[in-house]
Every structure is written in structure tokens, then in C-alpha cells.
T-cell receptor, first 116, second 113 residues
Framework: AQSVSQHNHHVILSEAASLELGCNYS??????LFWYVQYPGQHLQLLLK??????LVKGIKGFEAEFIKSKFSFNLRKPSVQWSDTAEYFC??????????????FGKGTKLSVIP | DAGVIQSPRHEVTEMGQEVTLRCKPI?????LFWYRQTMMRGLELLIY????????DSGMPEDRFSAKMPNASFSTLKIQPSEPRDSAVYFC???????????FGDGTRLSIL
């Protein structure tokens, strides 16, 4: 079974600091990769996705992620965070599990707190 | 696009009562997912449907939980009887195609006293 690991449970940064959230997955086949964001009291929203092509993916609000196949990683980055980026971030991996079925697995999430 | 619609937004009830959560997926989406989110366990997939048919219910915690999708525009998640440990936020999500990003509803915050 596939699994997704997010290395940090809680990250605290000051505004304008750079951000990198780690995500590693275990699955040997073709995957689609996602980062979702959940602002306080809200539902999960898609931040960015990777299906194929350029491994550096740009998403909304200045976020980007790089897929490194050899490391099974899909880390999320932002050069300069803002207070409004305070949220929980989830990495997710979608893998084809046969017979037309896909299995989407979420990481445990990383809480980001940005201090003004 | 109205988005995924869940009801109720909040539910508070006493243990032993039956609880029914409702979800209307985005029109045209053929996959529907039910998740449970708690501080301790994070986001857990309970069950998902493809074209109204349950595909994987291995995440359903026990027989007290059941889910149905009688048609393409409606699904329910039922807990009977409810217990305090069922308290969580329950999310419904839908997508067009199994490998596409999921669209989440606003969730139902369930508190069992």
C-alpha cells in the first residue's frame, strides 16, 4: 500500500521567510501528486498538482513544488510567506490501483503558522 | 459551479442517536469520497463511490457506519448508533475521473455528547 510522509507537523515562520515543506511517498508506479491547503475553519482547496512534464509545478498564491522522482519527493516551496498563508498543508498522492481504480492517499498535514 | 454541498454544517447530538450526513457532488463528477478529519488521526478516507457504486469501503471504521449513493447527485453517510469518539469533521469530495483533483465540501462538524 502506498503511504505519504510529511516531515514536519508544525512549522512557525516570520513573514517574508522562505518556506519548504517536505513530502515523500512510497509507491513504485506512476503517480499524480497534489498539495492541498486548509485555511482555519475551511475545507481543503487545491494548491497545485503534478501529472507529467516539467517537474517544477507552479500553483496559486506564489507556491511551487518540485517532483524529484528518484527521491520520491514532492516538496512545497514559497520564497516569501505572508501572514495569510497560515493554514494546514496536505500532500496527496494518487496512484492507479488497477481495474480503473485510483487510490488517493493524504499525508498527515503540516500546520504552518506565520508570525507578522 | 455550485461546488460540493454538505449538510448540515454542524450537528450536535447525544450518543446513541442516529446521525445522517448529506452530500451533493458537483454535477458531472463521477467519483464521490467521504473523509473524516480529527486532530489525532488527521484526514482519513472512509469510502468512495464511482458512478454511484461503492468501490472501496475499507476505511469505514465499523458496522455502525454506512454510506449510500442512490443517484449521481446525492450521497449519505449514516452513523447508528453514534458514539462520542465519532466526533469529527466529515468532508465529502467529488471529482471527474479517478486521477483528477478532488473538490471538497465545507464539511459537517459533528459533536456526539
Amino acid at each position: 500500500a502506498q503511504s505519504v510522509s510529511q516531515h514536519n507537523h508544525h512549522v512557525i515562520l516570520s513573514e517574508a521567510a522562505s518556506l519548504e515543506l517536505g513530502c515523500n511517498y512510497s509507491y513504485g508506479g506512476t503517480v499524480n501528486l497534489f498539495w492541498y491547503v486548509q485555511y482555519p475553519g475551511q475545507h481543503l482547496q487545491l494548491l497545485l498538482k503534478y501529472f507529467s512534464g516539467d517537474p517544477l509545478v507552479k500553483g496559486i498564491k506564489g507556491f511551487e513544488a518540485e517532483f524529484i522522482k528518484s527521491k520520491f519527493s514532492f516538496n512545497l516551496r514559497k520564497p516569501s510567506v505572508q501572514w495569510s498563508d497560515t493554514a494546514e498543508y496536505f500532500c496527496a498522492v494518487n496512484a492507479y490501483s488497477g481495474a480503473g481504480s485510483y487510490q488517493l492517499t493524504f499525508g498527515k498535514g503540516t500546520k504552518l503558522s506565520v508570525i507578522p | 459551479d455550485a461546488g460540493v454541498i454538505q449538510s448540515p454544517r454542524h450537528e450536535v447530538t447525544e450518543m446513541g442517536q442516529e446521525v445522517t450526513l448529506r452530500c451533493k457532488p458537483i454535477s458531472g463528477h463521477d467519483y464521490l469520497f467521504w473523509y473524516r478529519q480529527t486532530m489525532m488521526r488527521g484526514l482519513e478516507l472512509l469510502i468512495y463511490f464511482n458512478n454511484n457504486v461503492p468501490i472501496d469501503d475499507s476505511g469505514m471504521p465499523e458496522d455502525r457506519f454506512s454510506a449510500k449513493m442512490p443517484n449521481a447527485s446525492f450521497s449519505t453517510l449514516k452513523i447508528q448508533p453514534s458514539e462520542p469518539r465519532d466526533s469529527a469533521v466529515y468532508f465529502c469530495a467529488s471529482t471527474r475521473g479517478g486521477n483528477q483533483p478532488q473538490h471538497f465540501g465545507d464539511g459537517t462538524r459533528l459533536s456526539i455528547l
